[in-house]
Protein backbone atom coordinates (compact mmCIF):
# COMPACT_ATOMS: atom_id res chain seq x y z
CA UNK A 1 0.00 0.00 0.00
CA UNK A 2 1.37 3.27 -0.90
CA UNK A 3 2.26 4.98 2.44
CA UNK A 4 1.74 9.20 2.75
CA UNK A 5 5.30 10.53 2.94
CA UNK A 6 5.98 13.22 5.37
CA UNK A 7 4.51 16.82 4.06
CA UNK A 8 4.56 20.26 5.89
CA UNK A 9 0.19 21.14 5.92
CA UNK A 10 -0.34 24.94 6.71
CA UNK A 11 -3.20 25.38 9.11
CA UNK A 12 -6.60 25.58 8.32
CA UNK A 13 -9.98 24.57 9.73
CA UNK A 14 -10.82 21.06 10.30
CA UNK A 15 -13.49 20.35 7.60
CA UNK A 16 -15.97 17.38 7.43
CA UNK A 17 -14.85 15.56 3.78
CA UNK A 18 -15.31 12.58 2.14
CA UNK A 19 -13.29 10.63 -0.57
CA UNK A 20 -14.30 8.29 -2.98
CA UNK A 21 -12.09 5.90 -4.76
CA UNK A 22 -8.54 4.88 -3.26
CA UNK A 23 -6.60 3.53 -5.64
CA UNK A 24 -3.10 4.53 -6.64
CA UNK A 25 -4.32 8.61 -6.59
CA UNK A 26 -6.83 8.41 -4.16
CA UNK A 27 -5.72 6.56 -1.66
CA UNK A 28 -2.57 9.12 -0.55
CA UNK A 29 -4.62 11.96 -1.48
CA UNK A 30 -7.33 10.77 0.83
CA UNK A 31 -4.39 10.53 3.48
CA UNK A 32 -3.27 13.78 3.17
CA UNK A 33 -5.93 15.34 3.76
CA UNK A 34 -6.77 13.29 6.95
CA UNK A 35 -2.71 14.35 8.14
CA UNK A 36 -3.92 18.09 7.77
CA UNK A 37 -6.44 17.10 10.47
CA UNK A 38 -9.37 16.92 8.53
CA UNK A 39 -12.39 14.72 9.26
CA UNK A 40 -12.29 12.14 6.66
CA UNK A 41 -15.07 9.76 5.52
CA UNK A 42 -13.90 7.22 2.62
CA UNK A 43 -15.46 4.78 0.31
CA UNK A 44 -13.83 2.56 -1.93
CA UNK A 45 -15.76 0.04 -4.48
CA UNK A 46 -13.81 -2.88 -2.66
CA UNK A 47 -14.57 -2.87 1.13
CA UNK A 48 -10.97 -4.28 1.77
CA UNK A 49 -9.37 -1.27 0.40
CA UNK A 50 -11.10 1.13 2.62
CA UNK A 51 -10.41 -0.93 5.51
CA UNK A 52 -6.69 -0.56 5.00
CA UNK A 53 -7.34 3.61 4.74
CA UNK A 54 -8.93 3.49 7.97
CA UNK A 55 -6.38 1.32 9.23
CA UNK A 56 -3.50 3.58 8.24
CA UNK A 57 -5.06 6.94 8.77
CA UNK A 58 -7.76 6.90 11.01
CA UNK A 59 -11.37 8.23 10.33
CA UNK A 60 -14.29 6.12 8.79
CA UNK A 61 -15.57 4.19 6.12
CA UNK A 62 -19.09 4.05 4.61
CA UNK A 63 -20.48 1.43 2.98
CA UNK A 64 -22.32 3.60 -0.58
CA UNK A 65 -21.31 6.91 -1.50
CA UNK A 66 -24.45 8.59 -0.21
CA UNK A 67 -23.53 6.82 2.66
CA UNK A 68 -19.84 8.42 2.66
CA UNK A 69 -21.35 11.97 1.27
CA UNK A 70 -24.12 12.27 4.01
CA UNK A 71 -22.31 14.87 6.30
CA UNK A 72 -19.54 15.57 4.30
CA UNK A 73 -19.14 19.91 3.59
CA UNK A 74 -16.72 19.09 0.41
CA UNK A 75 -16.96 15.80 -1.57
CA UNK A 76 -13.74 14.30 -3.30
CA UNK A 77 -13.54 11.83 -5.56
CA UNK A 78 -10.84 10.14 -7.89
CA UNK A 79 -12.18 7.00 -9.93
CA UNK A 80 -11.54 5.90 -13.62
CA UNK A 81 -13.48 7.17 -16.49
CA UNK A 82 -17.13 8.58 -17.25
CA UNK A 83 -18.51 5.47 -16.43
CA UNK A 84 -17.43 4.82 -13.04
CA UNK A 85 -17.93 8.74 -11.97
CA UNK A 86 -21.73 8.44 -13.24
CA UNK A 87 -21.31 5.16 -11.00
CA UNK A 88 -20.67 7.24 -7.60
CA UNK A 89 -22.70 10.11 -8.41
CA UNK A 90 -25.91 9.60 -9.54
CA UNK A 91 -28.30 6.90 -8.76
CA UNK A 92 -30.35 6.49 -5.65
CA UNK A 93 -26.65 5.51 -3.93
CA UNK A 94 -24.97 7.87 -5.71
CA UNK A 95 -23.22 10.65 -3.29
CA UNK A 96 -25.31 13.62 -4.80
CA UNK A 97 -28.48 11.84 -3.29
CA UNK A 98 -26.38 12.08 0.37
CA UNK A 99 -24.78 15.65 -0.30
CA UNK A 100 -26.38 18.31 2.01
CA UNK A 101 -27.74 22.25 0.46
CA UNK A 102 -24.94 23.58 -0.40
CA UNK A 103 -22.16 21.04 -0.30
CA UNK A 104 -19.34 21.09 -3.01
CA UNK A 105 -18.34 18.27 -5.12
CA UNK A 106 -14.84 18.15 -6.24
CA UNK A 107 -13.79 15.24 -8.67
CA UNK A 108 -10.46 14.43 -9.64
CA UNK A 109 -11.14 12.05 -11.78
CA UNK A 110 -9.36 12.17 -15.82
CA UNK A 111 -13.03 12.31 -17.10
CA UNK A 112 -14.83 13.92 -20.06
CA UNK A 113 -15.51 17.49 -20.29
CA UNK A 114 -19.13 16.39 -21.24
CA UNK A 115 -19.57 14.48 -18.22
CA UNK A 116 -18.19 17.73 -16.27
CA UNK A 117 -20.67 19.92 -17.35
CA UNK A 118 -23.55 17.39 -16.76
CA UNK A 119 -22.66 16.31 -13.79
CA UNK A 120 -22.53 20.49 -12.68
CA UNK A 121 -26.27 20.91 -14.23
CA UNK A 122 -26.74 17.98 -11.61
CA UNK A 123 -25.05 19.15 -8.68
CA UNK A 124 -27.31 22.19 -9.43
CA UNK A 125 -30.55 21.14 -9.61
CA UNK A 126 -29.70 19.14 -6.11
CA UNK A 127 -28.74 22.50 -4.76
CA UNK A 128 -25.12 21.41 -4.59
CA UNK A 129 -21.68 22.88 -6.17
CA UNK A 130 -19.21 21.13 -8.69
CA UNK A 131 -15.60 21.28 -9.76
CA UNK A 132 -14.13 19.23 -12.30
CA UNK A 133 -10.19 19.18 -10.94
CA UNK A 134 -8.37 16.54 -12.69
CA UNK A 135 -4.41 16.23 -11.58
CA UNK A 136 -1.04 15.77 -12.77
CA UNK A 137 1.96 14.30 -10.92
CA UNK A 138 1.32 10.65 -10.81
CA UNK A 139 1.76 8.40 -8.13
CA UNK A 140 4.76 10.16 -6.67
CA UNK A 141 2.86 13.21 -6.72
CA UNK A 142 -0.26 11.86 -4.86
CA UNK A 143 1.73 10.21 -2.18
CA UNK A 144 4.26 13.06 -1.51
CA UNK A 145 1.31 15.40 -1.58
CA UNK A 146 2.86 17.95 -4.96
CA UNK A 147 -0.24 17.37 -7.49
CA UNK A 148 -1.07 19.96 -9.76
CA UNK A 149 -4.34 20.54 -9.71
CA UNK A 150 -6.77 22.07 -12.71
CA UNK A 151 -9.43 23.33 -12.01
CA UNK A 152 -13.04 24.11 -13.87
CA UNK A 153 -16.57 25.40 -12.45
CA UNK A 154 -17.47 28.85 -10.22
CA UNK A 155 -14.68 31.16 -8.57
CA UNK A 156 -16.72 30.33 -5.15
CA UNK A 157 -16.18 27.15 -4.91
CA UNK A 158 -12.80 26.89 -6.03
CA UNK A 159 -11.94 29.16 -3.10
CA UNK A 160 -14.07 27.03 -0.97
CA UNK A 161 -12.06 24.18 -1.89
CA UNK A 162 -8.42 25.28 -2.35
CA UNK A 163 -7.71 25.41 1.36
CA UNK A 164 -8.28 21.73 2.14
CA UNK A 165 -7.17 20.23 -1.33
CA UNK A 166 -3.57 22.08 -0.67
CA UNK A 167 -3.16 19.09 1.56
CA UNK A 168 -2.36 16.91 -1.98
CA UNK A 169 -1.54 19.73 -4.47
CA UNK A 170 1.51 21.60 -5.13
CA UNK A 171 -0.55 24.08 -7.10
CA UNK A 172 -4.43 24.17 -7.33
CA UNK A 173 -5.31 26.55 -9.97
CA UNK A 174 -8.62 27.64 -11.59
CA UNK A 175 -8.46 27.68 -15.56
CA UNK A 176 -12.04 28.97 -16.32
CA UNK A 177 -16.08 27.80 -16.03
CA UNK A 178 -16.93 23.76 -15.55
CA UNK A 179 -15.32 21.67 -17.93
CA UNK A 180 -12.20 23.97 -18.26
CA UNK A 181 -10.18 21.61 -15.99
CA UNK A 182 -10.80 18.23 -17.85
CA UNK A 183 -9.69 20.27 -21.15
CA UNK A 184 -6.68 21.42 -19.82
CA UNK A 185 -6.01 17.80 -18.61
CA UNK A 186 -6.17 17.13 -22.27
CA UNK A 187 -3.60 19.48 -22.99
CA UNK A 188 -1.36 18.13 -20.85
CA UNK A 189 -1.73 14.34 -22.21
CA UNK A 190 -0.87 15.76 -25.53
CA UNK A 191 1.93 17.34 -24.86
CA UNK A 192 3.23 14.84 -22.96
CA UNK A 193 2.41 12.16 -25.51
CA UNK A 194 4.81 13.85 -28.20
CA UNK A 195 7.30 14.13 -25.38
CA UNK A 196 7.65 10.73 -24.76
CA UNK A 197 7.63 9.32 -28.05
CA UNK A 198 10.81 11.81 -29.11
CA UNK A 199 12.75 11.14 -26.26
CA UNK A 200 11.83 7.34 -26.77
CA UNK A 201 13.11 7.71 -30.74
CA UNK A 202 16.31 9.73 -29.24
CA UNK A 203 17.28 7.16 -26.67
CA UNK A 204 16.46 4.24 -29.23
CA UNK A 205 18.78 6.31 -31.57
CA UNK A 206 21.98 6.56 -29.74
CA UNK A 207 21.76 2.80 -28.40
CA UNK A 208 21.24 1.51 -31.68
CA UNK A 209 24.57 4.38 -32.46
CA UNK A 210 26.75 2.49 -29.96
CA UNK A 211 26.96 5.89 -27.69
CA UNK A 212 26.84 5.75 -23.85
CA UNK A 213 23.08 7.16 -23.49
CA UNK A 214 23.45 7.86 -19.88
CA UNK A 215 26.19 10.65 -20.21
CA UNK A 216 23.95 12.04 -23.04
CA UNK A 217 20.73 11.97 -21.39
CA UNK A 218 23.45 13.96 -18.36
CA UNK A 219 24.66 16.16 -21.25
CA UNK A 220 21.64 17.15 -22.93
CA UNK A 221 19.33 17.48 -20.43
CA UNK A 222 21.50 20.88 -19.49
CA UNK A 223 20.02 22.16 -22.80
CA UNK A 224 17.19 22.84 -25.17
CA UNK A 225 15.78 18.82 -25.10
CA UNK A 226 15.62 18.78 -20.95
CA UNK A 227 12.00 17.87 -19.83
CA UNK A 228 9.85 16.32 -16.72
CA UNK A 229 10.35 13.14 -18.91
CA UNK A 230 13.56 13.43 -19.96
CA UNK A 231 14.75 13.98 -15.50
CA UNK A 232 12.54 11.64 -14.44
CA UNK A 233 12.13 8.64 -16.81
CA UNK A 234 15.22 8.40 -19.47
CA UNK A 235 17.54 6.35 -17.40
CA UNK A 236 15.16 4.12 -16.40
CA UNK A 237 14.00 3.67 -20.18
CA UNK A 238 17.68 3.17 -20.86
CA UNK A 239 17.87 0.12 -17.90
CA UNK A 240 14.53 -1.10 -19.53
CA UNK A 241 12.61 -0.69 -16.44
CA UNK A 242 8.71 0.62 -16.47
CA UNK A 243 7.14 0.15 -13.36
CA UNK A 244 6.80 4.09 -12.53
CA UNK A 245 3.14 4.66 -11.65
CA UNK A 246 1.23 6.03 -14.62
CA UNK A 247 -0.09 2.80 -17.10
CA UNK A 248 -0.23 2.67 -20.12
CA UNK A 249 -4.24 0.99 -19.94
CA UNK A 250 -4.68 4.50 -18.96
CA UNK A 251 -3.04 6.59 -21.23
CA UNK A 252 -5.02 5.10 -23.53
CA UNK A 253 -8.13 6.21 -22.10
CA UNK A 254 -6.77 9.77 -21.45
CA UNK A 255 -5.38 10.56 -25.06
CA UNK A 256 -8.94 8.92 -26.01
CA UNK A 257 -10.43 11.97 -24.62
CA UNK A 258 -8.29 14.16 -26.25
CA UNK A 259 -8.96 12.41 -29.55
CA UNK A 260 -12.89 12.71 -29.00
CA UNK A 261 -13.27 15.70 -28.17
CA UNK A 262 -10.89 17.23 -30.80
CA UNK A 263 -13.62 15.88 -32.79
CA UNK A 264 -16.10 18.53 -31.37
CA UNK A 265 -13.73 21.61 -32.00
CA UNK A 266 -11.65 20.81 -34.90
CA UNK A 267 -8.73 20.89 -33.20
CA UNK A 268 -6.14 18.66 -35.60
CA UNK A 269 -3.97 16.08 -33.56
CA UNK A 270 -1.71 14.40 -35.86
CA UNK A 271 0.80 13.14 -33.06
CA UNK A 272 -1.09 12.13 -30.48
CA UNK A 273 -3.22 9.92 -32.80
CA UNK A 274 -0.37 8.41 -33.78
CA UNK A 275 1.39 8.17 -30.57
CA UNK A 276 -2.17 6.48 -29.16
CA UNK A 277 -1.84 3.48 -31.93
CA UNK A 278 2.01 3.25 -30.36
CA UNK A 279 0.88 2.84 -27.11
CA UNK A 280 -1.61 0.44 -28.63
CA UNK A 281 1.23 -1.39 -30.18
CA UNK A 282 2.69 -1.97 -26.24
CA UNK A 283 -0.76 -2.76 -24.77
CA UNK A 284 -0.42 -5.78 -27.68
CA UNK A 285 3.32 -6.74 -26.30
CA UNK A 286 1.35 -7.29 -22.79
CA UNK A 287 2.72 -3.79 -21.71
CA UNK A 288 -0.67 -2.37 -21.02
CA UNK A 289 0.45 -1.85 -16.84
CA UNK A 290 4.00 -0.70 -17.62
CA UNK A 291 4.04 3.04 -17.53
CA UNK A 292 4.36 5.31 -20.36
CA UNK A 293 7.74 5.96 -20.71
CA UNK A 294 7.12 1.84 -22.50
CA UNK A 295 7.11 3.45 -25.97
CA UNK A 296 10.34 2.73 -26.21
CA UNK A 297 9.84 -1.17 -26.07
CA UNK A 298 8.47 -1.54 -29.26
CA UNK A 299 11.57 0.33 -30.73
CA UNK A 300 13.88 -2.12 -29.34
CA UNK A 301 12.23 -5.14 -30.24
Not at 2 to 22: D, I, M, Q, W
Not at 83 to 103: I, Y
Not at 211 to 218: A, F, P, Q, T
Request: aromatic share 8%.
Amino acid sequence: MASVNAKTYESSPSTRVAFLGLGVMGFPMAGHLAKAGHQVTVYNRSPAKAQAWVAEFGGQSAPTPKAAAQNADIVFCCVGNDQDLASVVLGEQGAFAGMKKGALFVDHTTASAKIARELAQAAEAHGLHFLDAPVSGGQGGAVNGLLTVMVGGQTSAFDRAKPVAMAFSRAFTRIGDHGAGQLAKMVNQICIAGLVQGLSEGIAFGQKAGIDMKLVLEVIGKGAAQSWQMDNRGTTMVDNKFDFGFAVDWMRKDLGLCLEESKHNGARLPVTALVDQFYADVQSMGGGRWDTSSLIKRLNQ
